[in-house]
């Protein structure tokens, strides 16, 4: 029989991840015979190996790193399902909702708004975390519906694209660049977006999956380093409008892609409340109407708005 409880995939991750009985015993809480016991009767009830054992080290053979991929999307599932299922049998359950501040289009008000006169409304508790950090906090139960710009990690996700907007380049106002009203990317050659990574390649707002550099942890940090002259930074055309400063101009740059914004939710979602949310999401955006507004710039101003992005 190949059904697999959720004990034996957790004593496999943990000796997969460390490639090491004594520390995924540790890890585990355990003693370390009974783990190494418990993995080769894994084994033997799939009929495969799933390490290469040696005295001097542990690997995983080919089916062990099929195994990992799945039994961690399987261990993601079902923490995830025990906290929805906390929450939808709470005494005063909310609708959770993941943002990164100021990564919202200027919708969140609007959405909020709509969604209080749906029906099916829940009170709402937002969840303020990193670039990035929300497709993770739908698929681990730790929010019901995300607001997330493109393009994101969809695993196990659905989504509903709500607003596209102009992405625009921040730079110091005194870097040369700030006195050209138009950019490429390839006129960015030298220059590194706040984690490092080159600006070229026009990489969107998120940072790298992986990225070793330590990241800003919100706008101020990142515009503080604009200012300076170290780096550039890629902001949405609503970022750009709600923050202008004296020491950083905005300009568009030609072949840099547009910023989309979604809001997703797990596939398996079932909730009215998540559905009213994405309602009141797309009519909040098709109700929006951006503003013009305007970029510093060296003896003038650069007008960005309806028909000028």
């Not at 783990?35 to 799939?46: C, D, M, W």
């Not at 195994?67 to 993601?76: G, N, S, V, Y």
């Not at 710009?149 to 694209?161: A, K, M, V």
């Amino acid at each position: 029989m190949d059904d697999l409880e959720v004990r034996q995939l957790r004593y496999f991750v943990a000796v997969a991840e460390e490639l090491h009985f004594g520390r995924a015993a540790t890890r585990l809480g355990m003693a370390q015979p009974p783990l190494s016991r418990a993995i080769r009767a894994l084994e033997r009830q799939l009929g495969v190996e799933l390490f290469q054992r040696t005295t001097r080290q542990v690997e995983l053979t080919a089916a062990g790193d099929v195994l990992l991929r799945d039994a961690r999307t399987a261990l993601e599932a079902v923490t995830a399902a025990a906290r929805r299922a906390r929450q939808a049998g709470s005494a005063s359950p909310r609708l959770r909702v993941a943002l990164k501040a100021d990564i919202d289009g200027g919708l969140l008000p609007q959405i909020l708004d709509a969604y209080e006169t749906e029906r099916a409304a829940l009170p709402t508790e937002l969840l303020l975390g990193g670039f990035g950090e929300q497709p993770q906090a739908l698929r681990d139960g730790l929010a019901d519906v995300a607001l997330v710009q493109r393009p994101f990690d969809d695993r196990g996700l659905d989504s509903e694209p709500i607003l596209t907007e102009p992405v625009l380049l921040a730079v110091a106002a005194a870097d040369p660049l700030a006195a050209r009203p138009r950019l490429r990317l390839a006129d960015l050659a030298d220059r590194k977006l706040p984690d490092g990574s080159p600006a070229r390649d026009g990489r969107p707002l998120a940072p790298l999956p992986g990225s070793g550099t330590r990241q800003a942890s919100n706008l101020s940090e990142i515009f503080s380093l604009v200012e300076t002259g170290n780096v550039v930074f890629f902001a949405s055309a609503s970022v750009a409008r709600r923050y202008p400063r004296p020491e950083i101009a905005y300009r568009p740059v030609e072949d840099l892609p547009d910023a989309t914004l979604t809001v997703a939710w797990p596939q398996d979602a079932r909730s009215p409340a998540v559905a009213a949310f994405v309602r009141a999401a797309v009519a909040a955006a098709a109700a929006h109407h951006h503003p013009t507004y305007t970029t510093n710039m060296h003896g003038g101003t650069a007008r960005i708005g309806p028909g000028n992005t």
